[in-house]
């Protein structure tokens, strides 16, 4: 069970180029989430689904773009990358079945390392 | 408005020391759910521990163990003689129990311990 698969890890881009994080979940959970992480500021939520065809702004959309054509797939796109944009990037899905009892625990990817130059 | 705070920015102990991370939250909504997750150096996260808003008992899982008071919206997690392997970033979070269950994390406290 390999869970919530990012790609890349590393990435550096330069000023205006664009590009697409992948996201890749096996667990056939409904929820995904991309989230950015900059030193000492913690998760911010960027875009979110909550199931194939539905997607959402969180936080923090500007610059970003996602699509939910699959249940598994979340791919988030950078367009015209920005310095601003150098940051850790997460991946995430969780489950809501079982109702309130439900697990609403976020499995994490490995998360890709972008600079952006 | 939801928030999460996590005043502790970093806290050094010594091996064997017991330390406690403490996370205030904010919320209006009166189900919700509140979770502790760890970030080790080699950067993942990996889920510690989730508690519904209506379940108030204190929990202990080995060295781990959670303090939830809803009167002073508190969620703080103690390590009882901590380890280098608990050396890590240790992130409190509130979610939604409903419609889109979005989270907001705090800024994460940093914990080292010295050998």
């Known amino acids: 069970n390999a869970g919530v698969t990012q790609t890349p890890k590393f990435r550096i881009l330069k000023i205006g180029q664009s590009m697409t994080l992948q996201c890749t979940q096996d667990m056939n959970h409904n929820y995904m989430y991309w989230y950015r992480q900059d030193p000492g500021m913690g998760l911010k939520l960027i875009y979110y689904?909550?199931?194939?065809?539905?997607?959402d702004k969180g936080e923090v959309p500007n610059g970003y773009n996602v699509s939910r054509s699959t249940t598994e797939d979340f791919p988030l796109r950078l367009e015209l990358a920005a310095p601003s944009q150098t940051s850790v990037y997460f991946c995430?899905?969780?489950?809501?079945?079982?109702?309130?009892?439900?697990?609403?625990?976020?499995?994490f990817g490995a998360g890709s390392r972008l600079t952006v130059l | 408005a939801q928030k999460v705070t996590q005043a502790q920015t970093e806290i050094s102990v010594v091996e064997k020391e017991d330390v406690t991370l403490d996370c205030v939250y904010e919320?209006?909504?009166?189900?919700?759910?509140l979770f502790w997750y760890k970030q080790p150096p080699s950067g993942e996260l990996v889920f510690l521990i989730r508690?519904?808003?209506?379940?108030?008992q204190n929990e202990i899982s080995g060295r781990y163990s959670w303090n939830f008071q809803k009167s002073t919206s508190s969620f703080n997690f103690t390590i009882t003689a901590s380890q280098v392997v608990d050396s890590a970033v240790y992130f409190c979070a509130l979610s939604e129990a409903s419609g889109t269950y979005k989270y907001i994390f705090g800024t994460g406290t940093r914990l080292k311990v010295l050998a």
């Open positions: 689904s909550v199931g194939a065809g539905i997607t």
């Open positions: 919320t209006r909504d009166t189900t919700y759910y």
């Open positions: 508690r519904n808003s209506f379940d108030e």
């Open positions: 995430a899905s969780s489950d809501r079945t079982g109702g309130f009892s439900g697990a609403n625990v976020l499995t």
